[in-house]
C-alpha cells in the first residue's frame, strides 16, 4: 500500500537560496505517514488512544534535487516492513510532473505502550497488528509464521 500526499512548497520552507530547506522533509514524510495510517483504516489518535504510541528511532533521507518555492510535490509513504515491536516505512518526493524522485527516505518507529516501553502488538493489538501486516506488500517469514 503506497500513499500519496500532495505539497505546494510554501515560501517559508525555502532558505536564502530558494530552494527547500532540507529540515521540511521529514515533515513531510509525517504528512504522508498520517495518510498512510488512515488509508489503513486507522488514525494516529485512535492507536494513541487504545495506547499504542510510534516514536521514531530512525531517520534517513537522502537529497538527490533541489525543491522550489511553489513547486507542487507528491510525498508517497509506504510500509516495508512491520514485526512485534517496530516498523519501517519509505518514503519518496517527486515533482508532480516527474517519476524521478528528488528525495528518498525511511523512517524506523518503535511500537511502545504509554510508558514508553516496547509491545509487542500481535500480542497486545491484535486488530492494529493485523491492518499494518495488511499494508505490507511482502510481509515478513516470521509475520506469516505467528
Known sequence: ??????????????????????????????????????????????????????????????????????DRLI????????TGVKMEIEYAVY???????INVGKTIHALVGRNLKPVNVRKQFPDIYQKLLRAVEKPLLEDKEN
Open 1 to 70: 500500500m503506497i500513499a500519496k500526499s500532495h505539497i505546494v512548497v510554501r515560501y517559508a520552507e525555502t532558505d536564502q537560496m530558494g530552494i527547500v530547506h532540507h529540515s521540511n522533509y521529514p515533515i513531510w514524510y509525517e504528512v504522508a505517514r498520517t495518510e498512510l495510517i488512515k488509508q489503513m483504516g486507522l488514525t494516529y489518535s485512535e492507536m494513541e488512544q487504545q495506547g499504542l504510541i510510534l516514536p521514531l528511532i530512525e531517520l534517513q533521507s537522502k537529497y538527490i534535487s533541489a525543491a522550489y518555492y511553489e
Open 75 to 82: 510525498v508517497e509513504a509506504e510500509l516495508k516492513k512491520v
Open 95 to 101: 515533482r508532480e510532473d516527474d517519476e524521478t524522485p
